[in-house]
């Protein structure tokens, strides 16, 4: 017994246990909450259900938001009052609003300022560029300068030359000298002829006080500089007016930059550039603007910008790259308290430009979509000229969040300008317990993808998201039937492309979004899968192959996002062909190197390259 003895009473204390918490717990149910689940109780004032990421959803009973399938919440309108909220207006909550990491600035007036950054190279000063010619005809009997580059100064022997003329023209000079007294004239105009082929006082005087014909005449340098083309050998006859060599002078040069287009209104005569050169580390040099070329070329789509610099010790040498910077600003008479905002702020489609505007609403928080018209571009700014108004606080992180929650609803949006029901479903999702419903009825107008740039803001889809085993599986599934798609296009087959588009709609439908635990994750597949959707729908209906391929060029940009996002656990190669969509180039995805091209097909089957391996 004694042995039992410590088992009998840890026994004993286990029921004492038992029994006291049976007591002290009453007859109140077990609650047992699953992982992700939460229980809320239904609001009593307003006996509504709300979504945390689109609050304008308003149920009777508790469920999942029809827009983006997460678990409603109760609705809280003790904080709202009696506000007035607009139908155009997006509403969201403070929760959702944090996490949607939304972030806004103030539109502000500021100096029309710009931090501009400029290439260019080191160029002989055109006005110090020279040609030394020979103003004698003959035979270059000796060459005094015999490499590029070589220095030579003005009055300087570069070459000898034998010539019959210069000759005949000694013999007249040394003629008329005898009969200076009496034809002072024919003497002056004898000196004259050999100065004007440039000979010197000092070489006239020689051949005066010597009395002898010389057969070869020095040819004197004209300029200083440096030799920059020799174009003469040994032993050429040369003309009156042949080009010996040119000759720069590097006393002065100027740094010649390249400016973009849209830098060229910043860029005034007058404007100091700070520049460096890459050849002389650790000096700054500093000048002005003294000439913008009018012209832009068309093949750089850039204009020239010089500036003049003196270079007494000849370090700055013809060919050298500089950077330079100038802190620009435009003419304040023309641009006065310019209304800027950060580039952040603004979704560009190529033709408009959407901000997201707060409403100052006291205590709701919503925005709204507005097209605006933008000035120059500042750097981390742009200037806008048309649209806003100083004090407006627009949306400068999140943009996309808020444009994507708009674009569901069926309000105004980036993709969508004209609002409306188009693309406000998801096909496949459950919109609220109905069947499934395409996102254009009967008559709605639907978008054509086919048509649609492929645009999207995906910058924030750059890093890998965490997802479930489950979801993974459900998305390796669609990847599989877009594999069939693509090779049913390599093949030509219009047929089959069709039954493979269905077959993706149909493994889309079955995709749980609920699985995306992941705020951001949820985000942008909610996005991924109404593109992808969409098009798949227009390919199962198009029986024609080149609209059906416009359609996948649009479907593989989206699904190529999701592979790069989620992953497949597989290796797989995103291809790219320059050729194709009339030489605007599309990719595709592929679980194998070798290329079989979708888009051109057995007229080009191998047309193509990997572009990247999504691990």
Same mark, same amino acid.
């Given at each position: 017994m004694k042995k039992y003895k410590n088992y009998l009473i840890a026994a004993g204390i286990l029921v004492i246990g038992i029994f006291l918490g049976l007591l002290f717990s009453g007859d109140k149910e077990e609650v047992v909450h699953k992982d992700g689940e939460h229980e809320y109780v239904q609001d009593e004032e307003t006996g509504l259900w709300t979504c945390a990421m689109h609050p304008q959803?308003? #149920?009777?009973e508790p469920g999942n938001c029809p827009i983006c399938g997460m678990e409603l919440i109760p609705l809280d309108e003790s904080n709202n009052g009696d506000e007035e909220i607009a139908s155009n207006e997006i509403v969201m909550s403070p929760q959702a609003l944090q996490l949607a990491n939304i972030q806004t600035s103030v539109v502000q007036k500021a100096d029309a300022s710009k931090e501009i950054r400029l290439l260019g190279r080191i160029k002989p000063d055109e006005r110090k560029l020279f040609s030394q010619v020979s103003h004698i005809p003959g035979r270059i009997e000796r060459l005094y300068v015999n490499f590029t580059g070589e220095k030579v100064y003005s009055g300087q022997?570069?070459?000898?030359?034998y010539s019959p003329d210069l000759i005949s023209a000694q013999k007249e000079l040394l003629e008329a000298i005898r009969s200076r007294e009496v034809y002072p004239q024919l003497y002056t105009a004898s000196r004259n002829k050999l100065k004007l082929w440039?000979?010197?006082?000092?070489?006239l005087d020689a051949i005066e006080e010597s009395g002898e014909v010389q057969e070869q005449i020095d040819i004197l340098s004209d300029h200083s500089g440096y030799v920059m083309s020799k174009n003469v050998e040994l032993g050429d006859y040369v003309k009156a007016g042949s080009n010996l060599f040119e000759i720069a002078n590097l006393s002065t040069v100027w740094a010649m930059f390249e400016a973009y287009e849209a830098d060229i209104p910043w860029i005034n005569n007058g404007d100091v550039v700070d520049f460096t050169i890459q050849a002389i580390p650790g000096k700054k040099f500093q000048g002005k603007v003294t000439y913008v070329d009018p012209f832009v070329s068309s093949a750089t789509r850039v204009a020239k910008v010089r500036v003049e610099v003196n270079n007494p010790a000849g370090k700055l040498l013809p060919e050298m790259y500089v950077n330079g910077i100038i802190q620009a600003q435009l003419d304040k008479d023309k641009v006065k308290d310019a209304l800027?905002?950060?580039?952040?702020a603004v979704l560009w489609t190529g033709k408009r430009s959407v901000v997201y505007v707060q409403v100052p609403h006291e205590k709701t928080i919503s925005f709204v979509y507005r097209e605006i018209t933008l000035g120059p571009d500042t750097g981390d700014f742009y200037m806008v000229a048309e649209g806003l108004e100083e004090g407006e606080v627009v949306v400068t992180n999140g943009v996309f969040r808020i444009d994507a929650s708009a674009q569901l609803v069926g309000q105004k949006s980036m993709m969508n300008p004209d609002g409306g029901v188009a #693309?406000?479903?998801h096909a496949g999702m459950d919109m609220g317990g109905g069947s499934p419903k395409t996102s254009a009825g009967k008559g709605d107008k639907a978008t054509d993808h086919s048509k649609m740039e492929d645009n999207t803001d995906h910058t924030e889809m750059g890093k890998r998201i965490s997802i479930s085993k489950e979801f993974k599986n459900q998305l390796k599934l669609v990847f599989e039937e877009y594999l069939d798609l693509k090779d049913a296009f390599a093949g030509?087959?219009?047929g089959k492309a069709q039954k493979s588009a269905k077959g993706l709609l149909n493994t889309m439908s079955k995709v749980d979004m609920k699985l995306l635990k992941d705020h951001e994750a949820h985000n942008h597949w909610m996005l991924i899968q109404e593109e992808v959707t969409a098009s798949a729908k227009s390919i199962s209906e198009i029986s024609e192959?080149?609209?059906q391929r416009k359609h996948f060029k649009h479907l593989s940009a989206h699904l190529i996002k999701a592979v790069k996002l989620f992953g497949v656990d597989q290796k797989v190669y995103e291809q790219f062909c320059p050729m194709a969509d009339d030489n605007k180039?599309?990719?595709w995805l592929s679980l194998s190197k070798d290329i079989k091209n979708p888009y051109l097909g057995e007229a080009m089957p191998t047309c193509g390259e990997v572009k990247s391996t999504i691990e």
């Amino acid at each position: 017994m004694k042995k039992y003895k410590n088992y009998l009473i840890a026994a004993g204390i286990l029921v004492i246990g038992i029994f006291l918490g049976l007591l002290f717990s009453g007859d109140k149910e077990e609650v047992v909450h699953k992982d992700g689940e939460h229980e809320y109780v239904q609001d009593e004032e307003t006996g509504l259900w709300t979504c945390a990421m689109h609050p304008q959803i308003r #149920m009777e009973e508790p469920g999942n938001c029809p827009i983006c399938g997460m678990e409603l919440i109760p609705l809280d309108e003790s904080n709202n009052g009696d506000e007035e909220i607009a139908s155009n207006e997006i509403v969201m909550s403070p929760q959702a609003l944090q996490l949607a990491n939304i972030q806004t600035s103030v539109v502000q007036k500021a100096d029309a300022s710009k931090e501009i950054r400029l290439l260019g190279r080191i160029k002989p000063d055109e006005r110090k560029l020279f040609s030394q010619v020979s103003h004698i005809p003959g035979r270059i009997e000796r060459l005094y300068v015999n490499f590029t580059g070589e220095k030579v100064y003005s009055g300087q022997k570069i070459a000898r030359i034998y010539s019959p003329d210069l000759i005949s023209a000694q013999k007249e000079l040394l003629e008329a000298i005898r009969s200076r007294e009496v034809y002072p004239q024919l003497y002056t105009a004898s000196r004259n002829k050999l100065k004007l082929w440039k000979l010197s006082e000092a070489q006239l005087d020689a051949i005066e006080e010597s009395g002898e014909v010389q057969e070869q005449i020095d040819i004197l340098s004209d300029h200083s500089g440096y030799v920059m083309s020799k174009n003469v050998e040994l032993g050429d006859y040369v003309k009156a007016g042949s080009n010996l060599f040119e000759i720069a002078n590097l006393s002065t040069v100027w740094a010649m930059f390249e400016a973009y287009e849209a830098d060229i209104p910043w860029i005034n005569n007058g404007d100091v550039v700070d520049f460096t050169i890459q050849a002389i580390p650790g000096k700054k040099f500093q000048g002005k603007v003294t000439y913008v070329d009018p012209f832009v070329s068309s093949a750089t789509r850039v204009a020239k910008v010089r500036v003049e610099v003196n270079n007494p010790a000849g370090k700055l040498l013809p060919e050298m790259y500089v950077n330079g910077i100038i802190q620009a600003q435009l003419d304040k008479d023309k641009v006065k308290d310019a209304l800027v905002i950060p580039k952040s702020a603004v979704l560009w489609t190529g033709k408009r430009s959407v901000v997201y505007v707060q409403v100052p609403h006291e205590k709701t928080i919503s925005f709204v979509y507005r097209e605006i018209t933008l000035g120059p571009d500042t750097g981390d700014f742009y200037m806008v000229a048309e649209g806003l108004e100083e004090g407006e606080v627009v949306v400068t992180n999140g943009v996309f969040r808020i444009d994507a929650s708009a674009q569901l609803v069926g309000q105004k949006s980036m993709m969508n300008p004209d609002g409306g029901v188009a #693309m406000t479903g998801h096909a496949g999702m459950d919109m609220g317990g109905g069947s499934p419903k395409t996102s254009a009825g009967k008559g709605d107008k639907a978008t054509d993808h086919s048509k649609m740039e492929d645009n999207t803001d995906h910058t924030e889809m750059g890093k890998r998201i965490s997802i479930s085993k489950e979801f993974k599986n459900q998305l390796k599934l669609v990847f599989e039937e877009y594999l069939d798609l693509k090779d049913a296009f390599a093949g030509d087959d219009k047929g089959k492309a069709q039954k493979s588009a269905k077959g993706l709609l149909n493994t889309m439908s079955k995709v749980d979004m609920k699985l995306l635990k992941d705020h951001e994750a949820h985000n942008h597949w909610m996005l991924i899968q109404e593109e992808v959707t969409a098009s798949a729908k227009s390919i199962s209906e198009i029986s024609e192959i080149g609209e059906q391929r416009k359609h996948f060029k649009h479907l593989s940009a989206h699904l190529i996002k999701a592979v790069k996002l989620f992953g497949v656990d597989q290796k797989v190669y995103e291809q790219f062909c320059p050729m194709a969509d009339d030489n605007k180039g599309a990719t595709w995805l592929s679980l194998s190197k070798d290329i079989k091209n979708p888009y051109l097909g057995e007229a080009m089957p191998t047309c193509g390259e990997v572009k990247s391996t999504i691990e």
